[in-house]
């Protein structure tokens, strides 16, 4: 079978390995799509402390169960299901999670075995009739989407910014609206992304300079009531705070780089406006259940997010796409 395996940064290769066979409480899943993220673009450019080389990527998986036929979805971050964060709840923090396309070989290929350790934490979902493989696959990023709204507490009535208008910001509007926020805005410092984003989700303003000015103008001079960064960007996240409603919630979505991790946070403003800035660290399997129940009943479409449908081979192609910024969802079909 055909596989991308990352080597080393700069270095993924299309390879023939010999089809895996599962071991005991193991599942062997036909990749049918493997959709690519910025994630992807960033452990092509610089590697992951996670991954030892040779590794099969790709984490947004969804297929057919072999022996049955059956048509799942598979998560991405994997909790361990047993340490102190787990056992109070809080599967996206586990202490000891591991991922697929890093700990264990991922969806760039034709076949995959799911480690035993998913299914006993029901990292194992059956796609919903009417949903295609494709759309299945964008379960895991609307997921973390998912988690990250729940954390900032996006609901009815809000005005909710989103900083960064690709394939995240897309589905933070669409499931802003789902979750009954009043207006979306969404903002990018690259305006032909903006423009292509916005012709899909259709936001209620697009901003693509000043967006403080922007956003106070918008609200009347009383900001947003939730913004959330979906870029990796000090400087949106520093923006995000004077931009931010009295009692407003700030969702860091996007994490920084390693090296300039350190954003300059006037602390008065959290401290009289009432701020609540909080992080948002992957997704649960609870997660991606509920984002496919999302996607089967319309409630989120992520169809039409899905720009370009590439074969295995054409792996980099998609990746670069996702890196230049000039598509919205890139899937894989191998």
């Not at 990746?319 to 910024?325: A, C, K, P, Q, S």
Request: proline residues 6%.
């Amino acid at each position: 079978m055909k596989v991308a395996r990352f080597h080393a940064p700069g270095d993924i290769r299309i390879e023939e390995a010999p089809e895996p066979v599962a071991g005991p409480g193991e599942l062997k899943i036909r990749v049918r799509n493997c959709s690519t993220c910025g994630t992807d673009a960033k452990i092509y450019r610089h590697g992951h402390h996670h991954i030892r080389p040779p590794r099969v990527m790709g984490h947004e998986i969804a297929g057919e169960v072999v022996d049955t036929g059956a048509r799942v979805q598979v998560i991405a971050a994997i909790p361990c299901g047993v340490c102190a964060e787990c056992l109070r709840g809080r599967l996206t923090v586990c202490q000891d999670q591991e991922s697929m396309g890093y700990h264990y070989d991922g969806g760039f290929a034709e076949y995959l075995i799911v480690p035993a350790k998913v299914l006993a934490v029901d990292g194992v979902n059956e796609i919903p009739a009417g949903v295609g493989f494709a759309e299945a696959s964008v379960a895991e990023p609307l997921a973390c989407v998912l988690n990250g709204q729940s954390l900032a507490r996006v609901g009815p009535g809000d005005d909710v910014v989103v900083m960064g208008a690709g394939p995240i910001g897309c589905l933070h509007v669409r499931l802003a609206r789902a979750r009954g926020a009043a207006r979306v805005f969404l903002v990018d410092v690259n305006a032909d992304r903006l423009a292509m984003a916005a012709e899909l989700v259709r936001p209620d303003a697009v901003i693509d300079d000043d967006p403080v000015g922007q956003v106070l103008k918008l609200t009347g001079g009383r900001g947003a009531d939730v913004v959330i960064t979906a870029a990796a960007s000090g400087a949106a996240q520093e923006q995000a705070l004077l931009m931010a409603a009295r009692q407003a919630r700030i969702s860091f979505f996007g994490g920084l780089p390693k090296d300039d991790p350190v954003i300059r946070l006037d602390s008065n403003l959290v401290h009289y406006r009432e701020l609540t800035v909080v992080g948002a660290n992957g997704s649960s399997p609870a997660h991606n259940a509920e984002a496919l129940r999302l996607i089967a009943e319309g409630a989120v479409p992520v169809a039409d997010l899905i720009t370009h449908r590439l074969p295995l081979p054409r792996v980099l192609d998609g990746i670069d796409l996702v890196t230049r910024g000039t598509a919205i969802k890139v899937t894989i079909e191998p």
